[in-house]
């Protein structure tokens, strides 16, 4: 087997594989990693390959490993490991052509299978190159003779033509919901906001600065300290950390009195959970969801896949004015034998004060002026966590501040429950749009006020205003565990990333947001009926057409006889030589015609004979004399176009 075919064979398989090592066992990545180096090796040094009784030993291993592994032998996981494993194996035995073939084949399946795990424009990209190897690898198979050059040419040409073919199907082919290729437990994993916070999760999770969603304003676009991104609300409280609790949705909310309107779209990227994400306080969504008597909204299943949605939200409100005694017991009530110092604090406050909207301000002017900081990395709490971060340590983030507000007011006998979500958002100047990222999460409380209904109190704008007017980094006195684009990088750089952004943006909304909806949208302006039977009649057309188009530029020379310059040339010369009694005939060679023509005109003999030998090198001695340079046949042409002007003047005279 030709060396040569060998390691671009290698190069297909690591090219292949070498995303998966980011999500495969690590035992799996070493022993593919470990038989690419050894396969590597036997074929530099010309060492026979092992012996098949050690490679099934080595597959009926890897097997049993996998089992163990993943405790199944079905599933996205397991299938992905096994062919990765079985496709690595398959290099130490390869000994024919079938079994080059069969890796190649192989190697096409795997590229598929990395879009299981990204499908981002790098990836997209990324695979593109990898193609391309193994197609160059394939013609390497075919046309052993080549040059190296040659095989890209073709490759690239082979994958241009595929295009148009690519783009029919992408646009016709019926759209379906839900991954084709998906089981139950290949459910992408759980990212951003969860169902539960206790203290630490939030910063630990603002340190990201991957896209938790992004916004297109379709009217005015509100102020920064109105941008609150609602998620789950959080009722129940153990002393440490706090739920969603059990029968929080029993009616309908209601809105009275909603003013500054909002439309804006969103994309949101997959998160595993049921929760949709809309500005405080959501009113009409396009897509089939619950709005809950606490304001959350759910989809019907997890967010698994990136979704698209409009929404209205009505930046000033009244809700839920006239509450439930039940959702009002439930926002009242705190777990037992927990902070007596912080149940202390708000008895007496409640003493002093009978009007519960001026208490919430003096809980807010105890934050402000007790010596609180805003930090990423707050000291660990004990038993009495409240207790300890407003008496003791006084550092924290904003899931401190909220958790440790609405504990006061409800000591306070004030109904209160905690709102996660996210504030703000970064403006991308190049695609019109906001970004909201894993850093931008945050929490704040809701009160119940008689006759004002459930009422938004940030008790972080008492201690870091900066967080709600500006961004995180402007907020915490130091921010170097925050990600280096969190914290304010040159402005070419961030530049560079927004432009990054915008074009991510369009992929994900043009490539792999082309579902049903969008792709109902685009036939309907083409005056396309949409049902899929016209589409698939549309497809078949399409396809039809293009094949028929590509036949027949494949045939064309079939309909148009064709010749080069040289040969030109040297037809002109013999049609001339037959004018004089020269006549060549048909069956007879360049070289036997040239001799002959010397024996009956002695004084052509020299040039004509150089003329023949120079038609034969052009015309014949490409594959059979590939050492001649192109630019030593530019001069043999050039030299033969003034022996036919010669030879054709002497003819004339």
């Known amino acids: 087997m030709n060396p040569s075919l060998i390691y671009f064979l290698l190069l297909s398989i690591a090219m292949v594989i070498a995303p998966h090592a980011l999500h495969l066992p690590v035992w799996v990545s070493v022993l593919c990693g470990v038989v690419l180096l050894w396969r590597t090796l036997l074929t530099y040094f010309y060492k026979p390959l092992p012996s098949h009784k050690l490679l099934i030993v080595l597959t009926v291993a890897s097997i049993g490993g996998i089992t163990?592994?993943?405790q199944t032998v079905f599933g996205r996981e397991v299938g992905v490991t096994l062919l990765v494993l079985l496709a690595t194996l398959?290099?130490?035995?390869i000994r024919a052509a079938r079994d080059v073939m069969a890796l190649i084949f192989l190697a096409c399946f795997i590229v598929i299978t990395n879009f299981f795990y990204s499908q981002s424009m790098v990836t997209a990209v990324y695979m593109l190159a990898t193609l391309f190897v193994v197609m160059t690898t394939w013609l390497?198979?075919?046309t052993p003779n080549a040059q190296l050059k040659a095989r890209f040419r073709l490759a690239g040409v082979l994958l241009l033509q595929a295009i148009p073919l690519t783009l029919i199907l992408f646009v016709l082919f019926p759209r379906v919901q839900g991954p084709l290729w998906g089981l139950p437990q290949d459910a992408h994993a759980s990212s951003g906001l969860g169902d539960t916070m206790s203290p630490g999760s939030l910063s630990k999770l603002s340190l990201s600065d991957a896209v938790a969603f992004r916004v297109n304003y379709e009217s005015a676009v509100p102020r920064r300290n109105q941008m609150y991104w609602r998620g789950p609300v959080l009722w129940d409280f153990d002393g440490r950390t706090w739920t969603l609790g059990h029968n929080a949705f029993v009616m309908p909310p209601t809105f009275t009195e909603l003013s500054q309107p909002m439309d804006y779209r969103v994309t949101l990227e997959p998160h595993?959970?049921?929760w949709l994400f809309a500005l405080d306080v959501p009113h009409q969504l396009s897509t089939e969801a619950t709005l809950t008597d606490d304001f959350q909204i759910l989809s019907k299943a997890p967010v698994t896949s990136r979704l698209r949605y409009r929404a209205?939200?009505?930046?000033v409100y009244h809700a839920n004015v006239q509450e439930l005694d039940t959702q009002l017991r439930r926002a009242l009530a705190l777990p037992a034998g927990f902070n007596p110092r912080t149940r202390e604090l708000a008895t007496t406050w409640?003493?002093?004060?009978?009007?519960?909207?001026l208490l919430v301000n003096e809980a807010l002017r105890y934050f402000n002026q007790q010596g609180f900081t805003y930090t990423l990395e707050p000291p660990p709490l004990g038993k009495h966590s409240v207790d300890d971060f407003l008496f003791s340590t006084k550092q924290g983030f904003c899931e401190y501040y909220a958790s440790s507000f609405v504990f006061l007011m409800r000591a306070a006998h004030i109904p209160a429950r905690v709102v996660t979500g996210y504030l703000g958002g970064e403006f991308n100047g190049v695609g019109k749009y906001y970004i909201v990222r894993q850093s931008d999460a945050h929490a704040w409380a809701e009160?119940?006020?008689s006759g004002r209904g459930w009422v938004r109190v940030d008790p972080t704008a008492a201690i870091a205003p900066g967080r709600i007017e500006n961004n995180l980094a402007m907020a915490v006195q130091d921010n170097s565990a925050m990600s280096f684009m969190a914290r304010n990088p040159p402005q070419w750089l961030r530049n560079l990333s927004l432009n990054w952004d915008a074009a991510a943006n369009q992929w994900n909304q043009w490539v792999l947001g082309y579902d049903s909806e969008r792709q109902f949208d685009f036939l309907t302006r083409l005056g396309m009926e949409v049902t899929w039977q016209k589409m698939v009649s549309w497809m078949g057309m399409g396809l039809a057409l293009f094949i028929a188009l590509f036949s027949a530029w494949m045939l064309r020379h079939l309909f148009h006889r064709t010749t080069d310059k040289i040969q030109d040339q040297w037809l002109n010369l013999c049609n001339r030589l037959a004018k004089?009694?020269?006549?060549?005939?048909?069956?007879?060679?360049?070289?036997?015609y040239a001799q002959r023509v010397a024996q009956l005109r002695p004084d052509l003999a020299r040039p004509f004979l150089e003329i023949t030998q120079g038609y034969n090198a052009l015309r014949y001695g490409v594959a059979g004399q590939a050492e001649i340079k192109q630019q030593q046949w530019l001069v043999q042409a050039k030299q033969f176009a003034r022996l036919i002007n010669k030879t054709v003047s002497k003819l004339d005279s």
């Open 140 to 142: 390497h198979l075919e």
């Open 447 to 449: 009160v119940w006020l």
């Open 580 to 592: 004089v009694g020269l006549a060549r005939e048909p069956s007879e060679a360049a070289l036997a």
């Open 90 to 93: 398959k290099l130490m035995e």
């Open 272 to 274: 595993n959970k049921s």
């Open 350 to 357: 409640r003493a002093q004060q009978s009007d519960d909207a």
């Open 312 to 315: 209205r939200s009505h930046l």
């Open 68 to 70: 163990i592994e993943f």
